[in-house]
């Protein structure tokens, strides 16, 4: 079975540029979790999604950053525009109710110059 | 405000056993979890706690102590393989965010 699938595994860019990046769940999977790493701030969740539906969002540093979830399958985290700050390894995550593994992305490297 | 704290860093030699602590301080407790990442990789699953005692799966075990807002991973038999960062988390809401620990890296010597 195909794990979590996040793309693109890379991504260098512009300050003030828009940013997607993506993620494919695996399938059965209700829940999603979108994960910003850094070695200064560690692990952070920024969002997650029940049944496609966002449920806390707190985690989002700025309006700059959004997420959406249109179907079971795909998940895109935007921002827009970006700026050195925001780079850093972002995961995807997804989890099955009623356990407690979260299976992560290999995540995408994004850097803002 | 919400705190996890465990060692930065631990070395140990292959064969040995090696603990590392997890305390924590969170509005919400529902159980601890335990992750293991290498170097460019994604975080794995290695277990959950949700109750007091030892869990034991393989070479690690996990153990909770909620009076205390405690718990470790013991790793036994150690491996080069287990060099890796391992981070604590806690499972803080009902639909299982976690909020997780800053990470404790180990260095597994020959």
């Known amino acids: 079975d195909a794990g979590v699938i996040q793309s693109p595994r890379h991504e260098v860019t512009e300050m003030g540029q828009e940013v997607t990046l993506r993620c494919k769940p695996i399938s059965g999977h209700d829940y999603l979790f979108w994960y910003r790493q850094t070695m200064m701030r560690g692990l952070e969740l920024l969002i997650y999604?029940?049944?496609?539906?966002?449920?806390?969002d707190s985690g989002m540093p700025e309006d700059r950053f959004s997420a959406k979830m249109p179907n079971a399958s795909f998940s895109t985290l935007k921002i827009q525009p970006s700026e050195p700050r925001d780079s850093a390894v972002y995961f995807c995550a997804s989890r099955v109710w009623g356990k407690e593994t979260q299976y992560f992305g290999p995540g995408t490297r994004l850097l803002v110059l | 405000g919400q705190s996890l704290e465990q060692p930065s860093e631990v070395t140990a030699v292959e064969g040995a056993i090696v603990q590392i602590n997890c305390t924590y301080q969170t509005s919400g407790f529902y159980g601890l979890s335990w992750y293991q990442q290498h170097d460019g990789g994604a975080p794995t699953f290695l277990s959950y706690?949700?109750?007091?005692g030892l869990e034991e799966t393989g070479r690690f075990s996990s153990f909770l102590s909620r009076s205390d807002s405690y718990g470790y991973l013991l790793l036994q038999e150690l491996q080069m393989k287990d060099s890796a960062s391992y981070f604590c988390a806690v499972k803080s809401g009902s639909q299982g965010n976690l909020i997780f620990g800053k990470g404790t890296k180990l260095s597994v010597k020959p």
């Open positions: 706690n949700a109750l007091d």
């Open positions: 999604f029940n049944n496609n539906v966002p449920i806390d």
